[in-house]
């Protein structure tokens, strides 16, 4: 079955340095690519998405980078926060069917050492 | 606007017991999800529904498992009899639905954090 390979499963930064999230998706016909914020006890949060018709988007501290041929995508952030800590999940998203169906990464726990 | 509704936040039930989710969406969105995250992994799709039909419910456990949506609004998800292992957060999620733009963005809800003894 189609699936989103999410690496690495835990990340250690300085507060100050940036952390990067790495995502592979198999369904070439993705075409949404959302990421997503989950602190403890709380539900996802929507922090920045991507289209499969653009390369890359920035958001403040954020930025997302799609490389459609490699069928994998990117979370970047920099100047990290000890806020920023949390666990991170890429989805990659497809229209099928009439609707939109998800499949999500396995997570990534990141730590922000002040 | 309100964010996606759900209750209970917590539930502890012992096993073969029966237990109900409620999730209310945000208000116009036709898409809702429920999902099953057990700990240390992604979200995992339980049941899709657009309006108040189902779309996907594939990976339901309908031996024990089932939800509705009535009037395409409000839904709710049933376990009887939970096991052990639907020990979980399960999560709702609503998108609005149109054919472009951002009808896919998916909005998430709190969770409820089920625990069966």
């Known amino acids: 079955g189609e699936n989103v390979e999410q690496h690495p499963s835990t990340l250690s930064v300085q507060e100050g340095d940036s952390a990067v999230i790495k995502c592979t998706y198999s369904d070439s016909a993705s075409n949404y690519f959302p990421w997503y914020k989950q602190e403890l006890g709380k539900g996802p949060q929507l922090i920045i998405d991507i289209r499969s018709n653009v390369g890359e988007k920035k958001d403040q501290r954020i930025a997302v980078t799609l490389n459609k041929t490699a069928k994998h995508f990117s979370l970047h952030i920099t100047e990290t926060q000890p806020e920023d800590s949390a666990v991170y999940f890429c989805?990659?998203?497809?229209?099928?069917?009439?609707?939109?169906?998800?499949?999500f990464g396995t997570g990534t726990r990141l730590k922000v050492l002040a | 606007e309100a964010g996606v509704a759900q209750s209970p936040r917590y539930k502890i039930i012992e096993k073969r017991q029966s237990v109900a989710f409620w999730c209310n969406p945000i208000?116009?969105?036709?898409?809702l999800y429920w999902y099953q995250q057990i700990l240390g992994q992604g979200p995992k799709l339980l049941i899709q529904?657009?309006?108040?039909?189902?779309?996907?419910d594939s990976q339901l456990p309908k031996d024990r498992f089932s939800a509705e949506r009535l009037k395409g609004v409000d839904s709710t998800l049933k376990i009887q009899p939970a096991k052990l292992e639907d020990s979980a957060v399960y999560l709702c999620?609503?998108?609005?639905?149109?054919?472009?733009?951002?009808?896919?963005?998916?909005?998430f809800g709190p969770g409820t954090r089920l625990t069966v003894l």
């Open positions: 529904f657009q309006n108040n039909g189902v779309v996907d």
């Open positions: 989805a990659a998203s497809t229209y099928d069917g009439g609707t939109y169906k998800y499949i």
């Open positions: 999620a609503s998108s609005p639905w149109t054919s472009g733009g951002s009808g896919d963005t998916q909005y």
């Open positions: 208000s116009g969105h036709a898409t």
